[in-house]
């Protein structure tokens, strides 16, 4: 069977980005040019569009996370740094309405959890520290009012 052929039905069953399909044919024993061949191939016919694959992966993330956390995935998954940044930084859902979610499901599943252990629970969120106190500070006030 061909490596583009290969790519083919592995692609077929998940979207995958151009590393990862470059792992799974390696690991399948194709030599380096034939996976460089499979892979421009599927690039030239629209069937591996990392760029793609990054939108699909922030807009389907069910986890509020922040956007450091999502770029960080997207890279290790083999998405450029600035595509990953890009697309993050573009996603129909912005870090501030996520930080929103998070918080509100924290508070929902742990009542009782207090400011401090919310804050390191959304700093390992990947939400950044002055929009995560900014947003405590808030609540905080709210709850005294």
């Known amino acids: 069977m061909s490596a583009l052929v290969a790519a083919l039905r592995i692609l077929a069953r998940r979207r995958l980005t151009e590393t990862q399909l470059w792992q799974r044919l390696e690991r399948k024993g194709y030599s380096g040019e034939e996976i460089r061949d499979a892979i421009a191939d599927c690039k030239r016919n629209g069937y591996l569009d990392d760029r793609l694959f990054a939108a ?4 389907q993330k069910r986890k509020p996370l922040g956007n450091r ?3 960080g995935e997207l ?3 083999g998405i450029d740094r600035s ?5 993050v930084e573009n996603a129909s859902v912005d870090e501030a309405e ?5 918080i509100e499901k924290i508070f929902r599943t742990k ?14 969120l990947g939400f950044p520290a002055p929009l995560i106190y900014r947003k405590l500070r808030v609540l905080a006030q709210q709850e005294l009012d």
Do not use: H, W
């Not at 595509?83 to 697309?87: I, P, T």
């Not at 996520?98 to 998070?102: K, N």
């Open 98 to 102: 996520r930080i929103d979610l998070a």
């Open 83 to 87: 595509v990953a940044a890009d697309v």
């Open 56 to 59: 699909l992966f922030v807009e």
């Open 69 to 71: 956390r999502l770029t």
């Open 75 to 77: 890279i290790k998954r």
């Open 111 to 124: 009542e009782q959890m207090s400011f401090p252990s919310a804050a390191r629970a959304l700093e390992r």
